[in-house]
């Protein structure tokens, strides 16, 4: 079956420093990836999208990489603050279910003043 | 511009009840997104709507559960016959009209449904 993992252990850095998160997948074929941010109590807000024909794409501090032979994607925050903070999701989605996002259990990361 | 509102945001319920969740999409958004996540686990699509019209609905489970996106008022999940296992925080998203499906969803804050 489809599965995803993130790490499950949370992720503590210290300020200033580059945050990386990662996101493997098995049995799928995923043709869109996306990371998402969700704080306590609140609903996941989106952060970036990349398709399986590319392999990286970056906004602001943030930078995502594709390896569809790795059936991995890595989620770098260069210089973290402690506002960064957050459970941090990725999700999945295939050229024909476009709309259907399979979800990460998502990696906490702590960024330490 | 108010995002995807959510109500209740915390719902208790005993055993046999039945709940219901309410979504209104971000203004202008007619395409909506139920997803449920049970804790330490990711969420799940549920149901994909548009207005008056079910698109989706795979993810949902078969007995007791249903969902609606009148043309107007709020898309409502119902559960009939509540059981202890609903118990987990239910989400709603929603994208623009015209939208390639594979863009961004906005979330809303979640319904987190307790069955006693």
């Known amino acids: 079956s489809q599965k995803i993992e993130q790490n499950s252990e949370a992720l503590n850095i210290q300020e200033g420093k580059t945050a990386t998160l990662t996101c493997n997948y098995t049995?799928?074929?995923?043709?869109?990836l996306q990371w998402y941010r969700q704080d306590p109590g609140r609903g996941p807000v989106f952060l970036l999208l990349?398709?399986?024909?590319?392999k990286e794409k970056r906004k602001e501090r943030l930078k995502v990489t594709f390896d569809t032979t790795l059936k991995q994607s890595l989620f770098h925050i260069t210089a973290s603050q402690p506002a960064d903070s957050a459970t941090y999701l990725c999700?999945?989605?295939?050229?024909?279910?476009?709309?259907?996002?399979?979800f990460g259990t998502g990696t906490r990361l702590k960024v330490l003043a | 511009n108010a995002g995807v509102m959510q109500n209740p945001r915390h719902l208790v319920r005993r055993r046999g009840q039945e709940a219901r969740l309410r979504c209104s999409p971000m203004?202008?958004?007619?395409?909506v997104y139920w997803y449920r996540q049970l804790p330490e686990e990711g969420l799940k699509f549920m149901v994909y709507?548009?207005?008056?019209?079910?698109?989706?609905e795979s993810g949902m489970p078969k007995e007791r559960f249903s969902a609606e996106f009148p043309k107007e008022g709020p898309s409502i999940l119902r559960i009939q016959q509540v059981v202890r296992g609903d118990s987990a925080a239910y989400f709603c998203?929603?994208?623009?009209?015209?939208?390639?499906?594979?863009?961004?969803?906005?979330f809303g804050p979640g319904t987190r449904l307790t069955v006693l």
């Open positions: 709507l548009q207005k008056e019209n079910i698109i989706d």
């Open positions: 999700a999945l989605s295939s050229a024909s279910g476009t709309y259907k996002y399979i």
């Open positions: 203004k202008g958004h007619s395409h």
């Open positions: 998203a929603s994208s623009p009209p015209g939208t390639l499906a594979y863009n961004e969803q906005f």
């Open positions: 049995n799928y074929s995923p043709a869109y």
């Open positions: 990349i398709r399986e024909n590319e």
